[in-house]
């Protein structure tokens, strides 16, 4: 069955340092999320991507993240210059489309922590 | 803005007890609603959904209710078994993009 990877599966780094998360998508699905879970509490929204464009994005999404879509395949997080409370569990997700329902398949997730 | 209000936050009930936990949310132009089974350490995996043109929706033990005038629905587990416990959360969507509830850790007992 096809899945959502991610890489690396955990990422320690020191405060300042930019982080990179990658993630490669179901191969036939058009709508690529990232979502963040700090330990112990909910899962939130970040960001959404659909046709090489950001088309929703949270509050916690601000100058210091970016999402890219460099090929065909890989969709990428970066944070820029890492806080300590960004440390949490990163998870991709993505869904075939279209229309705004449809099942969401979420990766392993990657668990940054920051020091 | 959005928000979806999950209640309890834990459960803990005996094997083979039915288990109830309830979600809110406030865009009443939100239309779908998964519910998500998350084991410790892994990621969350969807276990049903229903969409708002649909007030139940049965798979097995698990049933989900909706109930769009009240802007609130359900998850119901019968039959609970060990393997059930978990954090579930409810979600929301309008757009698209997943809004979730807090979780609701369930416990059930042997």
Request: charged fraction near 20%; hydrophobic fraction near 30%; charge should be negative.
């Amino acid at each position: 069955e096809p899945e959502v990877t991610q890489t690396p599966s955990h990422q320690v780094t020191q405060m300042g340092q930019e982080v990179i998360l990658r993630c490669v998508p179901i191969s036939n699905h058009l709508y690529f999320y990232w979502y963040r879970q700090i330990l112990g509490q909910k899962v939130e929204f970040l960001v959404s991507f659909y046709n090489n464009e950001i088309s929703e994005k949270s509050e916690i999404f601000d100058d210091q993240f970016s999402v890219e879509r460099p090929d065909g395949s890989n969709f990428t997080l970066k944070i820029r210059s890492t806080k300590l409370e960004d440390s949490a569990m990163y998870f991709c997700a993505s869904r075939v489309g279209s229309g705004n329902t449809g099942e969401l398949f979420f990766g392993e997730g990657s668990r940054l922590t920051v020091l | 803005g959005e928000n979806v209000e999950q209640h309890p936050s834990t459960l803990s009930v005996q094997e083979g007890d039915s288990a109830v936990i309830k979600c809110t949310y406030s865009d009443s132009a939100s239309n779908y609603f998964p519910w998500y089974k998350q084991e410790l350490g892994k990621r969350p995996q969807l276990i049903i959904d229903i969409r708002s043109n649909v007030g139940e929706k049965k798979d097995q033990r698990i049933a989900v209710t909706l109930n769009k005038t009240a802007k609130h629905f359900s998850l119901h587990i019968t039959e609970t078994q060990p393997e059930d416990s978990a954090v579930y959360f409810c979600a929301a969507s309008t757009t698209g993009k997943l809004i979730f509830g807090q979780g609701t850790t369930l416990q059930v007992k042997p």
